[in-house]
């Protein structure tokens, strides 16, 4: 139950596609969910997060959806760059464990030119 | 990196050594953590604290021990470093009354 299932393993979109990273989790406690990137020898940043009480956020080119009734939320990168390619992963978290991650096992994507 | 520092940032040991690796911080922040990355594994907590001198385990904690003397810095000791033990070590922060966590630049320890 305290899993999160992150999809796809690996992605390859072209420039200016819009690739979509899943993730998906048991755990309804779960209250705080990120979405970090991480780029070859990199520590991972925070890139965007979002809370139950608010289905999509939007930081510049990046959105999270999120959809609390099927347990679900994505990352959509809108006029991907081949900048954007790098490891993105999700996580979750909640006041009962304090707030310590439950990560997804990553996405590598790659934008072609 | 969120004034998260990470030293070494590369070590190659030999099995049976011990080594210490050192996270420093300059935000203030109460918690600290510990983790591994390895491919197909994606991060894994090892330790983390939540105050001087209090911690606790993570899902990955045999063969680890930790410390943390002062607010800012927070240390990882392999007693003994193992094969199984090579990896990227990265050191992560998070404020008090806040759920982000930030991460240092990693470490990469090669035990050979």
């Known amino acids: 139950q305290q899993q999160v299932k992150q999809s796809p393993q690996s992605l390859i979109v072209q420039k200016g596609g819009i690739p979509i990273i899943n993730c998906a989790y048991e755990?309804?406690?779960?209250?705080?969910f990120p979405w970090y990137q991480q780029f070859p020898g990199k520590g991972p940043a925070l890139l965007i997060a979002?809370?139950?009480d608010v289905s999509e956020k939007k930081e510049g080119r990046f959105t999270i959806s999120f959809n609390k009734s099927a347990k679900q939320f994505s990352l959509h990168i809108m006029d991907s760059q081949p900048g954007d390619s790098a490891t993105y992963f999700c996580?979750?978290?909640?006041?009962?464990?304090?707030?310590?991650?439950?990560w997804g096992a990553g996405t590598k994507l790659i934008i072609k030119p | 990196d969120a004034g998260i520092t990470q030293s070494p940032r590369h070590k190659v040991t030999e099995t049976g050594t011990p080594v210490t690796l050192r996270c420093h911080q300059t935000?203030?922040?109460?918690?600290m953590y510990w983790y591994r990355q390895d491919p197909g594994h994606g991060l894994r907590l090892i330790h983390y604290?939540?105050?001087?001198?209090?911690?606790d385990k993570g899902e990955v904690s045999d063969g680890y021990s930790v410390s943390r003397s002062k607010t800012e810095d927070f240390l990882l000791t392999l007693e003994s470093a193992t094969s199984s033990q090579t990896s990227v070590y990265f050191c992560?922060?998070?404020?008090?009354?806040?759920?982000?966590?930030?991460f240092g630049p990693g470490t990469r320890l090669t035990v050979t």
């Open positions: 935000e203030n922040h109460r918690y």
């Open positions: 996580a979750a978290s909640s006041l009962d464990s304090n707030y310590q991650l439950i």
């Open positions: 992560a922060i998070r404020g008090g009354n806040t759920y982000e966590q930030y």
């Open positions: 979002i809370r139950p």
């Open positions: 755990n309804t406690a779960f209250d705080y």
């Open positions: 604290s939540y105050g001087v001198k209090d911690t």
